[in-house]
T-cell receptor
Framework: AQSVTQLGSHVSVSEGALVLLRCNYSSSVPPYLFWYVQYPNQGLQLLLKYTSAATLVKGINGFEAEFKKSETSFHLTKPSAHMSDAAEYFCAVSARGSARQLTFGSGTQLTVLP | ETGVTQSPTHLIKTRGQQVTLRCSSQSGHNTVSWYQQALGQGPQFIFQYYREEENGRGNFPPRFSGLQFPNYSSELNVNALELDDSALYLC????????????????FGPGTRLTVL
């Protein structure tokens, strides 16, 4: 069974500050890991994914995440927050199998303060 | 390129009724997955369809059923609606893999907001 824990349901940062959203996973086999962003009243947009040996993954809009197997973590970072980054962020895990269902965390609401 | 589309965008039903939600996959995608997102929560996997057959199911009762059509579009049917079925229903599609099957990445539609009164 797989699970995802996102620490901090709400995170506030000032515009221009570092964004750090935490994600820890539990999986019995090496997983695939994803970060999605959801703007109000919209679906999910893929930010980035980890599916290979490259542990530092770069995504869209300046976001990146590092896969750390020893810490079972996949934290999302962005060096400088922008007002447009305000949204809900979901970390998700899937097994390397045929069904590839995504198991999501409960989400982190990011607020960017002017 | 057209992305994943869903219809309707909003729907209001009463307890005990039945509902059908529709999804058109992104062009060329052969796998469709459905998720339920309750307010303030992360999406939960309902089921996945590949080549018109169910290819994995989450912890949802049989009154949640689906179909995938030859053009890879899909329907989600929910019978005997309950108040707790009120949620955003998300459809996601995946492109085919190089060696068959589908790839690992799912692309989501905007969702259908279902309210059960």
């Amino acid at each position: 069974a797989q699970s995802v824990t996102q620490l901090g349901s709400h995170v506030s940062v000032s515009e221009g500050a570092l964004v750090l959203l935490r994600c820890n996973y539990s999986s019995s086999v090496p997983p695939y890991l994803f970060w999605y962003v959801q703007y109000p009243n919209q679906g999910l947009q893929l930010l980035l994914k980890y599916t290979s040996a490259a542990t530092l993954v770069k995504g869209i809009n300046g976001f990146e995440a590092e896969f750390k197997k020893s810490e079972t973590s996949f934290h999302l970072t962005k060096p400088s927050a922008h007002m447009s980054d305000a949204a809900e962020y979901f970390c998700a895990v899937s097994a390397r199998g045929s069904a590839r269902q995504l198991t999501f965390g409960s989400g982190t609401q990011l607020t960017v303060l002017p | 390129e057209t992305g994943v589309t869903q219809s309707p965008t909003h729907l209001i039903k009463t307890r005990g009724q039945q509902v059908t939600l529709r999804c058109s996959s992104q062009s060329g995608h052969n796998t469709v997955s459905w998720y339920q997102q309750a307010l303030g929560q992360g999406p939960q996997f309902i089921f996945q369809y590949y080549r018109e057959e169910e290819n994995g199911r989450g912890n949802f009762p049989p009154r949640f059923s689906g179909l995938q059509f030859p053009n890879y579009s899909s329907e989600l049917n929910v019978n005997a609606l309950e108040l707790d079925d009120s949620a955003l229903y998300l459809c996601a599609s995946s492109p085919p893999g190089l060696a068959g099957g589908s790839t690992d990445t799912q692309y989501f539609g905007p969702g259908t907001r279902l309210t059960v009164l």
